[in-house]
């Protein structure tokens, strides 16, 4: 797996006016990538409360996306389809572990611990793509890129308000960090440029196979489904059942996968990943939007640390 030349030392894919072009357009690919996945937590929270299961709305939302994103994939690869044969391991270990093996591994950590250790927990992926990057491709990280590692790193434990008495549990940790390796390949695969896939196939593929993954899963017995018809509740009121239903579809699984591995493209795995980490950051604030969960002060300053953490290591980027 090579990604692409921003992770290569000694190797510049864009040069002059272009680099500036290229970094801001996937800047903001992974802006709306991860505030799109941000939104997911919040629009969760009311489908739990009406009776739905966790493994039902992770199946909902990968299986609505992939019917949305699998048009335009086949679009994408007219007369590509050799290319999508001879990268088959690839799509299946983006699909597996990066998008079906993530969702599983994060929903089974919550079920024996707090959502915070846990969220905080896979979020080092960014930490990890840096460590790969330097074992595999020798990418030596740079100051500024241990700067924002380890501002981010202070950010993420203010922004998920660890210190209020998190409930921990070997057996979460040990999926927590399931998760995390499933979100690392996620990035790692997601701006590896030899595959010759298209962003959008790539996405299409994945979920596909990420849906049927999950499918296995669920009808072992591994994935508990329930679902119910009730609206969900939120601050703006109640809504159909459907409504959020549609919303984690399109736009925190589809909107957000193809716009993260484009960006990815983009940035390469580093700045994208330290990109995503403002998820976080757009969680807290769908948090007080939809359900009323105002940010606290600790919460608020770690935003901004994160904030700094990502702004110093596009800066390493460019």
Do not use: K
Not at 77 to 84: A, K, T, V, Y
Not at 172 to 191: E, Q
Request: aromatic content about 8%.
């Amino acid at each position: 797996m090579t990604d692409v030349a921003h992770d290569i030392p000694g190797v510049r894919s864009f040069s002059g006016p272009s680099t500036h072009a290229g970094l801001g357009g996937g800047l903001l690919l992974a802006l709306v990538s991860a505030t799109s996945f941000g939104m997911s937590g919040s629009l969760a929270r009311g489908l739990l409360s009406s009776g739905w299961s966790p493994g039902a709305i992770v199946l909902a939302r990968i299986g609505l996306a992939a019917l949305v994103v699998a048009p335009f994939a086949v679009v994408a690869l007219r007369g590509r389809w050799r290319r999508l044969r001879a990268q088959a391991r690839t799509v299946l270990v983006y699909g597996v572990l990066g998008l079906a093996g993530a969702q599983f591994c994060f929903f089974s950590a919550v079920t024996t611990m707090d959502v915070a250790p846990a969220l905080l927990i896979e979020y080092t992926a960014p930490a990890a793509v840096v460590v790969w990057l330097w074992a595999r491709r020798g990418r030596r990280p740079r100051p500024l890129t241990l700067a924002g590692t380890g501002l981010a790193a202070v950010g993420l434990v203010l922004a998920v308000d660890l210190f209020s008495g998190a409930d921990l549990a070997w057996s979460g940790v040990a999926w927590a960090l399931a998760a995390m390796v499933g979100l690392t390949a996620y990035f790692l695969i997601a701006a590896d440029t030899d595959t010759g896939l298209p962003p959008v196939a790539l996405t299409g593929a994945g979920l596909v196979v990420g849906t049927a993954t999950l499918a296995v899963l669920a009808a072992v017995g591994l994935l508990p489904m329930h679902a119910g018809l009730d609206p969900a509740d939120y601050r703006t009121g109640s809504t159909p059942w459907w409504v959020p239903v549609l919303l984690l579809g399109l736009v925190t699984a589809a909107l957000a996968y193809t716009t993260g591995t484009a960006a990815g493209r983009l940035l390469g795995s580093r700045t994208a990943s330290f990109v995503a980490l403002l998820e976080v950051v757009a969680s807290v604030g769908f948090a007080w939007l939809l359900i009323d969960e105002a940010p606290n002060a600790a919460q608020t300053v770690g935003g901004l640390l994160i904030i700094g953490g990502v702004v110093l290591a596009g800066l390493d980027n460019r």
